[in-house]
C-alpha cells in the first residue's frame, strides 16, 4: 500500500470516530415545540371569530367550516352558518387547496367566491378576507377569521348518520321505544308489505333528498311505527315548530270558547272584547271570531304594534287599520293567533301558555316543552318549542277528533269546524281555524299534471324551516318531521308535501 493510500483511509477511519463521539446538539423546549406546532393537524371544526360574524338585517349568522384530512395529504372541506348555536343553512364549498409554506389556505365556494386565509397553528386561528370574483380578478369583500369551535356538535353540523365501520352508511328499522308518554308503538310491518320501498324512501332522506330532516314519525291506527332522528338528534331534543304553534293556539281557544259557552264562531270580535268597543268603526265592527281564525279578518299588515302583556296587545291589534272587508281575502299574518290567544286570556284569565299546559299538555303527558314569551306574552305565531313525540300527539288528538285516552279534550264539534277548508290560501292549499288542508281539487306545484293530485284529504299544520304535522284521516295516518331547511330560495322545506303524498301515503294504502 502506497504512502498516500495509507494517509487518505487513516483521515477517513479519524473521522468516522470523531462522528461517532460527536455529542447530541442541545436541543430546548422551546425547539420541541416549535416542533410539534409545524405538525399540528388543521383537521376539525372552525367557527368564525365574534367580530366577522355575518350580521344581516335579522339575525347574526356565524360561519363555520369543517376541515378534513392532513396537511400533506388532499383536504376535504364543509361549511355552513350557525344562529344560536344552531344550523341555520349550509354553506357550499367546492375545494381547499394549503400551501406548507407560507401556511395559506384557499377555499373555493360554488358562487365563486373565495376564501384566502393565514393559519396561525400556535394560536389555532385562521385570519384572512372573503374575495368575489370579478372577470378573474379576485376583489376584498369582508374580513373573516376562525378559531377552533370546541363547543359546537360535528355531526349536529354535518353528519345525518354515522357510518358504519366499513365507512358504509344502511338503513336498520327498530321498532320505537315505549317510553312513558302514554304512545303506544308496533312494528312498521304490520301496516307495509313493500319493505324495499320503505328502506329506499330512508335512505333518500339520510341523502337528503328531501332536505335536512332532524326528526320523522309516524303514527299509524294511533301506534307509534316510525320514530327515526338524524344530525344527533333524539326524542328528547326541542325544536322550534314555528308556524305549527299556530295550530295548537287554535286547539286551545276552541276549548277556552266551549267552557265559556260561546259555540258560534259568527260571533262579532267586539262582543267578546267589550272593553276595546272604543276602538269599533265602520269597516273593523263587523269582524268575527270566524275571520280571526281564518286569517280573513283585512287587518293592514303591521309590524308597530309591540308584544305588551296580553291585554295590552289585543287592543294594539285591534286598533290596527283594516284594507280589506272582513271575510273576503285571506292574508296569512301574526295578529290572527295573537287574537286567539287574547281571547283565552280574556275567557280564562290565563296566558295561552298557562291554559295549554292545564288542558291541552297535561293531560297528553306533554311536559318537557319550552314556550317563548316577550313582556309575560307568549309568542302565539311561532314559540313553542317541542319534543318529536309530543308534536305526533298533537296530529293523533286531531286525528280522533279531539279524543286523548277516552277524554274529550278538544271539542269534537270545533275539530270538525277546524279542519274544514273555510277558504282557498291558493291554487295548492286551503285554509281552516289554523289548520292547512289539501284535498283532491288542490294543484300539485311540483309537477306538472292536470290529473288529481292526490287520493286522500290531507290535514297539515306547517312551521317555516320544514316543521309539519301532517294527519290523515281516511287512514288514520299521522306523520311529523322536524327539519332546519330555512334557505327558502332551494325549496327544501316544501319537499316534505310531495314526499309524503308520493311516498309515504302509498306505503299504507
Known sequence: ?????????????????????????????????????????????????????????????????????????????EGCFTWDGQFRDYWWLSEIEYCDRSNQITILDEDGSTYIGKIDKAKQKITGMMYSNDGGKLVPEDKLDFIRASNLNVERLFVPRKPNEDGSIRYSYQTPEILNDELETASIFKFVNDTTALYELMMDVISQE???????????????????????????????????????????????LEQNGIVNTEQRIFDIFHQFKNLQNEKNKGITLKHILTMTAGFVQSEE????????????????????????QFRYNSESPYLLGGIVYELSGKTISE??????????????YNWKEENGNPHCESGLYMQARDMAKIGLILANNGNWKG????????????????????????????????????????????????????????????????VVKDLDLVITMTSSDYNEGNGMAFKKIPMVIEEIIPLFE
Open 305 to 328: 304594534y309591540k308584544m305588551e302583556k296580553p291585554e295590552k296587545l289585543v287592543g294594539n291589534i285591534l286598533g290596527l287599520p283594516v284594507e280589506a272587508k272582513p271575510g273576503e
Open 407 to 470: 277524554k274529550q279534550l278538544v271539542p269534537e264539534q270545533w275539530i270538525r269546524e277546524s279542519i274544514k277548508p273555510h277558504v282557498a290560501e291558493s291554487d295548492f292549499f286551503n285554509y281552516g281555524y289554523q289548520w292547512w288542508h289539501r284535498s283532491k281539487s288542490n294543484k300539485s306545484w311540483w309537477k306538472e299534471s292536470t290529473e288529481k293530485s292526490m287520493e286522500h284529504d290531507m290535514l297539515l299544520a306547517l312551521g317555516y324551516g320544514g316543521q309539519y304535522i301532517f
Open 210 to 256: 328531501y332536505g335536512r330532516l332532524e326528526s320523522f314519525l309516524i303514527i299509524k291506527n294511533g301506534k307509534l311505527v316510525l320514530e327515526e332522528y338524524f344530525y344527533d338528534y333524539s326524542h328528547t331534543d326541542l325544536h322550534n315548530i314555528f308556524s305549527c304553534t299556530k295550530s295548537i293556539v287554535s286547539l286551545a281557544s276552541g276549548i277556552a
Open 355 to 368: 291554559f295549554t299546559k292545564e288542558n291541552l299538555f297535561a293531560p297528553m303527558c306533554i311536559i318537557d
Open 1 to 77: 500500500m502506497n504512502r498516500n493510500k495509507l494517509i487518505f483511509l487513516s483521515i477517513i477511519v479519524l473521522g468516522l470516530l470523531f462522528a461517532c463521539n460527536k455529542k447530541e446538539p442541545n436541543i430546548t423546549k422551546q425547539d420541541t415545540d416549535q416542533k410539534r406546532v409545524d405538525y399540528v393537524s388543521i383537521d376539525g371544526l372552525w367557527k368564525s371569530t365574534p367580530e366577522t360574524v355575518l350580521e344581516l338585517e335579522n339575525l347574526t349568522l356565524e360561519p363555520v367550516i369543517k376541515i378534513s384530512g392532513e396537511i400533506s395529504n388532499k383536504l376535504s372541506v
